[in-house]
């Protein structure tokens, strides 16, 4: 095996997670011949290049499930790698910043964009279109609702289904800033009902003193509750 822990060898059938992948093979075999032998005069079709387009997707959302699994499992530590993204350059030679790349779009995939990684899995939405997404996600604001983030997102995938890296990109862009703008109405809104709110507690605020002859006073009152903590926290001091 190689420092990627990946089988090599005469009789050694092919197979991913325990699943032969011979028919797949054959299928492209197949494919390549038919391809090679094409009589002139026939023409290859536009739906012959999105369909081995969307096999590719497909062969590419395999990979980077297998990333992710990988990930979780921690199978760099059995080979001595440091991480994730130096395994998966040793198991497949690619540079590290690619593998990195791959680590972080697989893990991001896995970690809750479900809606991403369906149309993913399914050939729909292409890699390149995919990592668009997972960027725009990760920079939406905290403030933003668990809804809000689900209509993002759907709207999103919806998108790259049909449009190019570039178009996707710029939609992302206006996403973010109408999510970033709706958060800052919220935020500003619920701004404005403490303030009223306090401002109310402060116009109502009462307070009555009744000596009662004895050396103490009865002390009632209605105060905000920022004032109320502060002076419970001086009268505590005292009766302590």
Known sequence: MPSGGLPVG???QPAVVGVATSLV????DRILAQVSALEAGVLISSADVQ???RVARRAEAVRLALVAAADRQQVHR???HSS????MAAATRSGGAAAQQEVVLATALAGGLDRTREAFESGRVSKRNAGIIV????KLPEGVTLADRERVESALVR????MNPGLLDRAAKVALAAAEKTAAEVADHLEAQLLDE???AYRLATVTMHDLGDGTTKLAATLPTPAAKALGKVLQTMTA
Do not use: P
């Open 10 to 12: 005469a009789g050694v």
């Open 25 to 28: 093979h054959a299928a492209f």
């Open 51 to 53: 369909e081995a387009d």
């Open 78 to 80: 059995q080979w001595g």
């Open 84 to 87: 994730t993204s130096a395994w």
């Open 135 to 138: 960027k725009a996600m990760d």
């Open 159 to 162: 998108d790259a289904a049909h």
């Open 198 to 200: 306090e401002r109310r």
